[in-house]
């Protein structure tokens, strides 16, 4: 792998000098980077009846720390019913080559209200503090979009935030530009008249001249959880759309199939590579897209996880419910998680078209022995599931957004979707929090195993029990930092 790398390695720029800007020269790099320490995460009030603001967890996960695996520290938001959800920095691996840079504040928009919150969290990484709030008024009036999602930053020192629809809650896809260091909003990063149905999730790739986004569904849909009535009628995505990164427009779109609802999707690490992986929730498949030899852009299913035939469930077929997937820094595994079934599952993707099942760990899901659901049948398992217990806590909901370390080894995991969901899906995630785990990985043949002396119990907070989602380390991860 290292020679897969070493022409970039060998680039003198500043990125070589002692002197440099944030992250690291190369996903290589990144791997052999300091263990994370401290980890943040959005916490979400939203839908739980608590009347309280959601706010900013950090986490410590040092294991030499008297407190390893407790809440640190709590960063309340302004303002009610925000939907705090996914997160990015200012500043990523992007800028390396940038010695004015630094990464110091964490950028946390807001699913439902489409307020942006700007976190210092330089002066004090473990006692984050409110820096500027980008009030959700002034991204209608300038890009008629909402509901936002992803956060990038770009090399230019800029940062990017996708939508999933507009002001009014129908489907649009689209980018809100702020400048890096004031904050302001710049207007709308797309150009042309041309903008896909939906947006969610989005990878950029400027050595291919690409930048990918994907489609969850609209949001006025979405709000009220998840209605089998919506399916079949172009609510949910279905399609992963194509940018050209020079000028900003929309040049193609990729049909993954019918209410497949692509979420998170991430290229391949190396920058010269033209292929990646994006993982669909409601069709429970992953597809491999990559560059053609015509130049445009194509996907194809690499892996299927069957849908189980089950009684006492929404639905007599259960899906999987893909939500969250990242790849590890060496190219070498991917990962996601089946928040409805509850495992979390290892592939090797050395051959990035016959992706390899190397490890497997149930950690709550919705077909455990002994709930509500009785699996009729089964095309994986030869029986249910043992409800997933640890430090005498049964964990309610199941596994979603998940975080890796840099070195590969640990697999953070944390249980709660969207707040709308969750309260349909999971009713005692709402009641009892959720929670977040740690798995250790064996990173030479696979294989996942839950540390049990890792738990932080989400259901112990002072204001109640609240809603953790996505993760991530002050010195960037797996799923926020790009390599250009």
């Not at 990464?103 to 409110?130: E, K, M, Q």
């Not at 990017?160 to 909003?185: H, Q, R, W, Y």
């Not at 015509?294 to 069957?306: L, N, S, T």
Request: glycine share 10%.
């Amino acid at each position: 792998l290292d020679a897969i790398y070493l022409p970039f390695l060998l680039v003198p720029n500043a990125a070589r000098c002692r002197a440099c800007g944030p992250g690291y020269a190369s996903p290589l790099d990144a791997m052999r980077g300091p263990r994370e320490e401290i980890v943040y995460v959005p916490c979400i009030y939203r839908n739980t009846g608590r009347g309280r603001p959601d706010f900013l967890a950090t986490v410590d996960v040092d294991p030499r720390s008297p407190h390893y695996s407790q809440v640190i520290h709590r960063l309340p938001m302004p303002n009610m019913g925000d939907e705090l959800h996914h997160s990015g920095w200012n500043t990523c691996s992007s800028c390396f080559g940038d010695t004015t840079k630094k990464r110091n504040r964490l950028i946390l928009p807001s699913l439902i209200s489409s307020r942006i919150y700007v976190v210092d969290v330089g002066t004090d990484p473990r006692a984050p503090r409110l820096f500027k709030v980008v009030n959700p008024e002034d991204v209608f009036w300038q890009c008629n979009l909402g509901y936002l999602h992803t956060s990038h930053c770009l090399g230019s020192g800029e940062v990017m935030i996708s939508s999933l629809g507009d002001p009014a809650g129908n489907g649009k896809g689209g980018f809100v530009l702020l400048d890096g260091e004031t904050f302001e909003i710049k207007g709308n990063w797309e150009k042309g008249d041309k903008n896909p149905p939906m947006g969610y999730d989005f990878w950029y790739q400027p050595r291919h001249n690409v930048l990918i986004s994907t489609e969850w569904g609209i949001p006025k849909c979405l709000g009220y959880g998840f209605n089998p009535n919506d399916l079949k009628k172009g609510r949910y995505g279905r399609r992963l759309n194509v940018w050209d990164w020079t000028t900003h427009t929309y040049v193609q779109a990729i049909d993954v199939g019918e209410d497949a609802a692509p979420l998170e999707i991430r290229f391949l690490h190396n920058p010269d590579a033209a292929e990646g992986f994006v993982g669909c929730t409601i069709s429970s498949a992953i597809h491999r897209f990559y560059k053609t030899e015509r130049g445009d852009w194509a996907a194809e299913k690499v892996i299927q996880v069957p849908s189980k035939k089950v009684k006492g469930w929404l639905l007599p077929d259960m899906p999987g419910f893909i939500t969250d997937i990242l790849i590890s820094l060496d190219d070498r595994f991917l990962y996601f998680s089946n928040w409805v079934h509850g495992d979390v599952r290892q592939y090797d993707i050395s051959d990035t078209r016959r992706p390899r099942l190397v490890g497997q760990v149930f950690v709550g899901g919705s077909i455990s022995k002994g709930g509500p659901v009785v699996v009729l049948r089964d095309e994986e398992l030869q029986s249910q599931p043992e409800p997933f217990v640890i430090q005498g806590k049964k964990v309610p909901g199941g596994p979603q957004m998940i975080q890796l370390s840099l070195d590969g080894k640990r697999l953070y995991v944390t249980t709660s979707l969207y707040s709308a969901w969750d309260r349909q899906f999971y009713p005692d995630l709402i009641r009892d929090g959720s929670v977040m785990l740690q798995i250790d990985v064996d990173t030479e043949k696979g294989g996942l195993t839950v540390n049990h002396d890792f738990l932080v119990d989400f259901g112990k907070e002072p204001g109640g029990p609240c809603m953790a989602h996505e993760m991530r380390y002050p010195g960037g991860d797996c799923t926020s930092d790009i390599w250009v």
